[in-house]
């Protein structure tokens, strides 16, 4: 699941981001409302975790523009400010929830899963499939073949990427700051590992083959014509 983050203090944001992470989101992190606006317009997400006091656009106005566009991602308030107000102001414009600063990351994190499971419906949004593999996004499980298969955090991110964008060739560079928040370094291997992983996992005992490399620019996953 994909979320994004509008918030300017450098070190929550960071801090944020890279617990979400680990926890196995995807994450998109912005610095300032105007930013943050443009992302929740122009891209699709599950949930976003706006800061009041942005830099642009404050998170009022932020969040009018996406409920205004007819967004209904789930939306949580961070913010330093907690008088009583605020909070009112932030639930009528359509907020979902309200975290006041500071924070423990782990009623956070239990905040985040609350709201997006009760922002999705239970319908196939839920799931994300190829082939007779079958990938659960609230319940972070994969089965293929009517087989339950266990992925770490970073794995499970790894197929998510692959499956949103499916059929897709994704070039290391996308893979390494999407699922791993780094920039590609070609000295690294820690891509054709994962991936190597994965395979052994998703597609070694399993017809037909869905993970695929394709040399010189990357890797791709899709259902291959003859199945």
Same mark, same amino acid.
């Given at each position: 699941? @994909?979320?994004?983050?509008?918030?300017?203090?450098? @070190?929550?944001?960071?801090?944020? @981001?890279?617990?979400?992470?680990?926890?196995?989101?995807?994450?998109?992190?912005?610095?300032?409302?105007?930013?943050?606006?443009?992302?929740?317009?122009?891209?699709?997400?599950?949930?976003?975790?706006?800061?009041?006091?942005?830099?642009?656009?404050?998170?009022?106005?932020?969040?009018?523009?996406?409920?205004? *566009?007819?967004?209904?991602?789930?939306?949580?308030?961070?913010?330093?400010?907690?008088?009583?107000?605020?909070?009112?102001?932030?639930?009528?414009?359509? *907020?979902?929830?309200?975290?006041?600063?500071?924070?423990?990351?782990?009623?956070?994190?239990?905040?985040?899963?609350?709201?997006?499971?009760?922002?999705?419906?239970?319908?196939?949004?839920?799931?994300?499939?190829?082939?007779?593999?079958?990938?659960?996004?609230?319940?972070?499980?994969?089965?293929?073949?009517?087989?339950?298969?266990?992925?770490?955090?970073?794995?499970? *991110?790894?197929?998510?990427?692959?499956?949103?964008?499916?059929?897709?060739?994704?070039?290391?560079?996308?893979?390494?700051?999407?699922?791993?928040?780094?920039?590609?370094?070609?000295?690294?291997?820690?891509?054709?590992? *994962?991936?190597?992983?994965?395979?052994?996992?998703?597609?070694?005992?399993?017809?037909?083959?869905?993970?695929?490399?394709?040399?010189?620019?990357?890797?791709?996953?899709?259902?291959?014509?003859?199945?």
């Amino acid at each position: 699941m @994909k979320i994004l983050i509008v918030e300017d203090e450098s @070190k929550t944001g960071d801090y944020l @981001k890279q617990g979400l992470i680990e926890a196995g989101y995807s994450v998109d992190l912005v610095r300032d409302g105007l930013d943050g606006l443009h992302h929740g317009l122009t891209e699709s997400f599950d949930l976003a975790i706006l800061d009041v006091m942005l830099p642009g656009l404050d998170g009022w106005a932020v969040l009018q523009g996406i409920r205004k *566009a007819g967004k209904d991602m789930p939306v949580l308030f961070l913010t330093a400010r907690d008088h009583v107000d605020d909070r009112v102001k932030g639930l009528e414009l359509g *907020a979902d929830d309200y975290l006041v600063k500071p924070f423990a990351f782990s009623e956070l994190l239990a905040r985040v899963r609350t709201l997006l499971r009760r922002g999705t419906k239970a319908t196939a949004a839920e799931f994300l499939h190829a082939a007779d593999l079958e990938l659960d996004l609230l319940r972070r499980r994969v089965v293929r073949s009517g087989k339950r298969i266990d992925l770490t955090a970073k794995e499970f *991110a790894l197929l998510e990427l692959l499956l949103r964008r499916q059929g897709e060739v994704l070039p290391r560079s996308l893979i390494a700051s999407q699922v791993w928040d780094m920039n590609f370094d070609s000295d690294t291997n820690v891509i054709e590992v *994962a991936m190597r992983r994965l395979r052994v996992k998703i597609d070694d005992s399993f017809e037909p083959k869905l993970i695929r490399t394709v040399r010189g620019m990357g890797y791709v996953l899709e259902v291959p014509d003859c199945a």
